[in-house]
Structures are given as C-alpha cells and as structure tokens.
C-alpha cells in the first residue's frame, strides 16, 4: 500500500507537466523573394532578423527589387491585415540562399526552421534576405532556428500582435 500511495503522489505531483506538454503544430507560411534590403538597417550587422507585423514597419527595411523579366513571389497588396513577416538578412562577401524546412507553433513560441548555403564573392557585398509571412496570431515569441540551431529569440509584445 505504502508503494502505490509513493506512486499516486509522484503521479500528481508531475501531472500537470505531463498535461499541459502539447506536440509542436506545423503553421502555414509563405516564402517570398524580389525584395532588397535598406542600406539604413543595421548595416554593420553580419545578420539581421526581424518580426514585423506591418507594412509600414517592413517598408522600412525592405523594397521592392524589380528586374527585367522580374517574377518574384512578393506579398500581397493586403498582407498584413492577416499575415506578419519573419524576416532574416545575411551580409557578407557572399551570396547567401536559405530554405525553410518549416515554421512550427510550440506553446506560444514560433519557430522558423531553415538551412543557408553560400557562395563567396571576391568583391561585391551582398545582404540575403530571408521572407516568410505566417499567420496572424496569440505568439510570446519567434525562434529563428538555422540549420538546427537556435540563432535568434525575438519575444512579441501585447502591441505587437
């Protein structure tokens, strides 16, 4: 008997913990591209990550970067009334390409998961941006998580929402 009360007793007492553990949701997100990034942000910076949850904040840091031929997956027009951005910028002598691996929802925290390969350059400096918009929605945090490992955590305040 005194063995099944020790058991009910540990039982309870990591209940809760075992209760209120959830499986990480996968959110939908769009990759976007045809952007360049201001010369005003953090310029000096190896790499940038931003959460913006509109538009007046994103055109701050990005325009649009229109080419002959151009048919760059961009934002629409209306984006953030429902989507925010998770953004990445890379700068160095060097092209930088990234792939999203996926965004998950796991208790409250965003994660942005995404692989990076790079080409050097002898001259010319480069800033890569990473966008990818998501859903709207109650988020504490983002963790930008770059080639399995966490490199950012941005918590997002009530205002920010």
Known sequence: MKHL???LFLFLLT???VAGATEPTNLPFDSCSGYF?????????????????NQKQ???????AVVMG?????????AFKSKMVLAVVKRAKAVWEFKVLGVTLDNGVVKL?????SKKS??????????????KGNYRAVEFVE??????????????R
Do not use: M
Request: aromatic share 10%.
């Open 5 to 7: 009360t020790i058991a």
């Open 15 to 17: 209940w809760p913990s």
């Open 147 to 160: 080639d399995k490992q966490v490199v950012k955590k941005i918590g997002i305040g009530e205002g920010d």
């Open 113 to 117: 998961n995404y692989t990076t390969t």
């Open 122 to 135: 002898e001259s010319a400096t480069f800033a890569c941006p990473l966008v990818v918009s998501i859903p």
């Open 58 to 64: 994103f055109d701050k840091v990005f325009g649009l």
């Open 70 to 78: 151009d048919k760059s997956h961009r934002l629409p027009t209306d």
């Open 37 to 53: 990034v201001s010369n005003r942000f953090e310029p000096d910076a190896a790499q940038s990550f931003l959460v913006s949850t």
